[in-house]
């Protein structure tokens, strides 16, 4: 399970840090919440935190932040209003752990502009604090306004992007109106996108030998693995490890049966890296099917297999 730190001040309601609670307690996050910190006494936040009996650390001075994470020590720790400027160090000794709600549409790089659902162009809104960014998309006679969950960088209102959300632009909306709507869309992604970075995977891996043995030790070492399968595996791969289940009875080349097994144990990913099922296409054949497959395609391997 992994572990998380909320950032509040006083900016916002914290509804954010809500649909986080709630998110957790609802059991689709996969984590628990340690700490919220806040900057000051006066959050409105810190009244959640106190109902729901979450353990509340006050942080007033952006220098003493670091040494108070590096103490809880947590897997993600998630800007929810935070006002404070996030230290360089801070983002240094937490790389891709920090998570940020932006109010505009964030690329997936620097030179890139990202659209919205009609296909307009949409805002970054790079700079704006919250109410400053719903007004531009006012001002700006936007169709669409949007808010980005990322990873904090170096680069300020950048970064690795892990989600996005959209709320169409109502003739007549004000700044309220408009930002009423987008903000339960923006509860919602925070939910999604730490659901998916603290869920554990199901992982397939086909095949039964060293190679597939190595991988599904590997796999079974992670943290973020719940669960190894193989088709069909070896006597070795699962002997004393309980994260590792063999299906001795399914060759490699059934590839009907294995979809079957996909579904039972709720796999996530399939490794495909033994030489024959890399020939016979199985990534493109999972891949057709909608199930995530790690591997080249038929084509990409022929080099391999001519």
Known sequence: MKKIVVLISNRGTGTNLQAIIDGVKAG??????????????????????????????????????????????????????????????????????????????????????????DGTEALWNKGKFTDKAIQNFLDSSATYAGSTVHFLSDEFDFGSVLGRCFAKVKKGDTGDSLYTRLKVKENNLYVDVLAKLCKQMNILVIGQNGREHALAVSYAKSSKVKKVVMTPGNGLTDFGNPKIKNYPDIGMMDFEKIVDV????????????????????????????GIAAFGPTQKASQLEWD
């Open 28 to 117: 689709k996050i996969n984590a628990k919440i340690i700490a919220v910190i806040s900057d000051t006494k006066e959050a409105r936040g810190l009244d959640r935190a106190r109902k729901n009996k979450l353990s509340i650390k006050i942080s007033p001075n952006k220098e003493d932040l670091l040494p108070l994470l590096q103490k809880l020590n947590p897997d993600y720790i998630c800007l929810a209003g935070w006002k404070q400027i996030i230290l360089e160090e801070v983002i240094n000794a937490f790389p891709n752990r920090i998570l940020n709600l932006h109010p505009g549409l964030i690329p997936d790089s620097i030179d890139q502009i990202v659209k919205n659902p």
């Open 262 to 289: 996909c579904k039972k144990e709720n796999i996530d990913l399939v490794d495909v890296a033994q030489d024959d099922v890399i020939a016979a296409g199985y990534v493109d054949k999972f891949e057709k099917l």
